[in-house]
T-cell receptor
Framework: SQQGEEDPQALSIQEGENATMNCSYK?????LQWYRQNSGRGLVHLIL?????REKHSGRLRVTLDTSKKSSSLLITASRAADTASYFC??????????FGAGTRLFVKA | EAGVAQSPRYKIIEKRQSVAFWCNPI?????LYWYQQILGQGPKLLIQ????????DSQLPKDRFSAERLKGVDSTLKIQPAKLEDSAVYLC??????????????FGEGSRLTVL
């Protein structure tokens, strides 16, 4: 079963613009993660935010978590062509499994 | 540090044939996962091992899929007989945490299966 759902499904922006992706989930979580997947490659971990955290930064990435709304957002600032990839949120659904959403496909035009 | 190794990268078979995928996790990682990723979708967990024991295989189609991690290191995922809907990328991941750990997973490049 799908725990996280990303929105939008696809996003196309110009280089230098900011990209925002959202993730909604259904059940309580201990933590939420974001992963990136370049075409034809495996997933790469970007950032993990715990349920008692509201915001976290890593380089050009900013993640927020609102447990009352069961949602998270990933902001990529000053996007680059190399940021073109699929982005997935993953939650633990309060248990021991890591469950992925369907992903947001980001295309950054040079 | 060597990453998660998977082979083969690509495999094309006809329906009803069998196929096997191999995964070697990062050294020292106790937990190993097999995910199935159908085109355009997110990865779906098939099976999770801690050392050589199965933690979760609730979404593994056991009539045709099998997986083992005999010595608690590398793992093999087998499909027999394959169906058209098994066409997907099979991703192996590992983590240093034990069962109950839901932190960072390290993924291999995946094995892309096409069933004709």
């Amino acid at each position: 079963s799908q725990q996280g759902e990303e929105d939008p499904q696809a996003l196309s922006i110009q280089e230098g613009e900011n990209a925002t992706m959202n993730c909604s989930y259904k059940t309580s979580i201990n933590n939420l993660q974001w992963y990136r997947q370049n075409s034809g490659r495996g997933l790469v971990h970007l950032i993990l935010i715990r349920s008692n955290e509201r915001e976290k930064h890593s380089g050009r990435l900013r993640v927020t978590l609102d447990t009352s709304k069961k949602s998270s957002s990933l902001l990529i600032t000053a996007s680059r062509a190399a940021d073109t990839a699929s982005y997935f949120c993953a939650t633990d659904a309060g248990g021991f499994k890591t469950i992925f959403g369907a992903g947001t496909r980001l295309f950054v035009k040079a | 540090e060597a990453g998660v190794a998977q082979s083969p990268r690509y495999k094309i078979i006809e329906k009803r044939q069998s196929v096997a995928f191999w995964c070697n996790p990062i050294s020292g990682h106790a937990t190993l996962y097999w995910y199935q990723q159908i085109l355009g979708q997110g990865p779906k967990l098939l099976i999770q091992f801690q050392n050589n024991g199965v933690v979760d295989d609730s979404q593994l189609p056991k009539d045709r899929f099998s997986a083992e991690r005999l010595k608690g290191v590398d793992s093999t995922l087998k499909i027999q007989p394959a169906k058209l809907e098994d066409s997907a990328v099979y991703l192996c991941a590992s983590s240093f945490g034990l069962a109950g750990y839901t932190g960072e997973l390290f993924f291999g490049e995946g094995s892309r299966l096409t069933v004709l």
